[in-house]
């Protein structure tokens, strides 16, 4: 069982362009999380999706778009980047209950 | 809404010591608790969870925790520690109608010297 993955590992892009990261959940496991974690805090919750739909959503801005194909297999779109968008980007699969599972994460360094 | 507060951003401890790292929580509805870690450079793990039933639960590692509803804390606990326990730990709600959507607290930095 491979966990969740994640790609790319790290990334830097310029202010004003546009970034796509890719999760792959756990074996099983249908419920997909993304997560924002900016240097010394916790993650902050993005969105959710589940079943190809966005579920729950946190407190970001539209600019962080996602979706979810038909294998669960995910995908984070933050367009317009700002230096703040800078953080590791957390991949979360869950079977429901028990907590979840991370993936190691995408180093996002806006320039 | 929930929240979680980490009371200790920094925990120094000696090999072989005892570490309490402490968590509360404010919640209006029924939560789900977790305990993960987070080595440099790397994603979060479990070390262990309360769904319900028994109040002392226990994860790996040798990890334990306690939930105490009245005090809306869920304290983690090691006998003792090691070298390679050195790590952020993170303490994270969930409400019952989305495990998969926490929210976490801002982390404790374990640090474990020889």
């Known amino acids: 069982d491979a966990g969740v993955t994640q790609s790319p590992t790290h990334l830097i892009k310029t202010r004003g362009q546009q970034v796509t990261l890719r999760c792959s959940p756990k074996s099983g496991h249908d419920t997909v999380s993304w997560y924002q974690q900016a240097l010394g805090q916790g993650p902050q919750f993005i969105f959710q999706?589940?079943?190809?739909?966005?579920?729950q959503r946190g407190n970001f801005p539209d600019r962080f778009s996602g979706h979810q194909f038909p294998n669960y297999s995910s995908e984070l779109n933050v367009n317009a980047l700002l230096l703040g968008d800078s953080a590791l980007y957390l991949c979360a699969s869950s079977p429901g209950l028990g907590g979840q599972y991370f993936g190691p994460g995408t180093r996002l360094t806006v320039t | 809404a929930q929240s979680v507060t980490q009371l200790d951003s920094q925990v120094p401890v000696f090999e072989e010591a005892p570490v309490e790292l402490r968590c509360n929580y404010s919640s209006s509805v029924s939560v789900y608790l977790f305990w993960y870690v987070q080595y440099p450079n790397q994603g979060l793990q479990l070390l262990l969870k309360y769904l319900s039933g028994s109040t002392l639960v226990k994860g790996i590692n040798g990890f334990e925790a306690e939930f105490n509803k009245s005090q809306t804390s869920f304290h983690l606990r090691k006998p003792s520690v090691h070298i390679s326990d050195t790590a952020e730990y993170f303490c994270a709600v969930s409400d019952h109608t989305n495990a998969g959507k926490s929210t976490f607290g801002d982390g404790t930095t374990l640090t474990v010297k020889p």
């Open positions: 999706y589940y079943e190809e739909e966005e579920r």
